[in-house]
Antibody
Framework: QVQLVQSGAEVKKPGASVKVSCKASGYTFTGYYIHWVRQAPGQGLEWMGWISPDSGGTNYAQKFQGRLTMTRDTSISTAYMELSRLTSHDTAVYYC???????WGQGTLVTVSS | DIQMTQSPSSLSASVGDRVTITCRASQSISSYLNWYQQKPGKAPKLLIYAASSLQSGVPSRFSGSGSGTDFTLTISSLQPEDFATFYCQQSYNTWTFGQGTTVEIK
């Protein structure tokens, strides 16, 4: 069965970077883009960008340009989302999702606090 | 960027009620409109894709309609497990979500 399993919760200090992983199983990893979406506490869903696991190509939301990097390792069917220069406003649950909309990771809570 | 506006932001309803949530896009998105249900602490769950197609395993009391800029999610008879937050999402050009509609018990 299709699964996206994300890495565990992180606590970071302001100014630091965080890297969240999303391991895919149950399908051909290179067959679907992976999107990243975040949700601040009590807030709605915010799209961050996507990565093509096949080509490595990316498309980031303008808001995150310059501090967001998405990568992938096809040998282990894993996508990564790295966000730098963290502030308290980046405290959120981060989700990966397959491009066909139906499959999402369980979410990774990133807390930014001094 | 395409903006998505949902209404209402919250509503109170009783079990058995018919519930309607609307979503408006800032430009035409054809039928690239999807609906999700989210419960606290959980990832969003896809209910409806392509405006009116029911995702596999989703009860038939959920239905979607619309095209262009105006869309509707209808729950024909609200069940206890349906109390949650619902989001619309456009997938015409990257992704954008509506702000959400919380359905609460009356």
């Amino acid at each position: 069965q299709v699964q996206l399993v994300q890495s565990g919760a992180e606590v970071k200090k302001p100014g630091a970077s965080v890297k969240v992983s999303c391991k895919a199983s149950g399908y051909t990893f290179t067959g679907y883009y992976i999107h990243w979406v975040r949700q601040a506490p009590g807030q709605g869903l915010e799209w961050m960008g996507w990565i093509s696991p096949d080509s490595g190509g990316t498309n980031y939301a303008q808001k995150f340009q310059g501090r967001l990097t998405m990568t992938r390792d096809t040998s282990i069917s894993t996508a990564y989302m790295e966000l730098s220069r963290l502030t308290s406003h980046d405290t959120a649950v981060y989700y990966c999702a397959r491009d066909d909309l139906a499959f999402w990771g369980q979410g990774t809570l990133v807390t930014v606090s001094s | 960027d395409i903006q998505m506006t949902q209404s209402p932001s919250s509503l109170s309803a009783s079990v058995g009620d018919r519930v309607t949530i609307t979503c408006r896009a800032s430009q035409s998105i054809s039928s690239y409109l999807n609906w999700y249900q989210q419960k606290p602490g959980k990832a969003p769950k896809l209910l409806i894709y392509a405006a009116s197609s029911l995702q596999s395993g989703v009860p038939s009391r959920f239905s979607g309609s619309g095209s262009g800029t105006d869309f509707t999610l209808t729950i024909s008879s609200l069940q206890p497990e349906d109390f949650a937050t619902f989001y619309c999402q456009q997938s015409y050009n990257t992704w954008t979500f509506g702000q959400g509609t919380t359905v609460e018990i009356k």
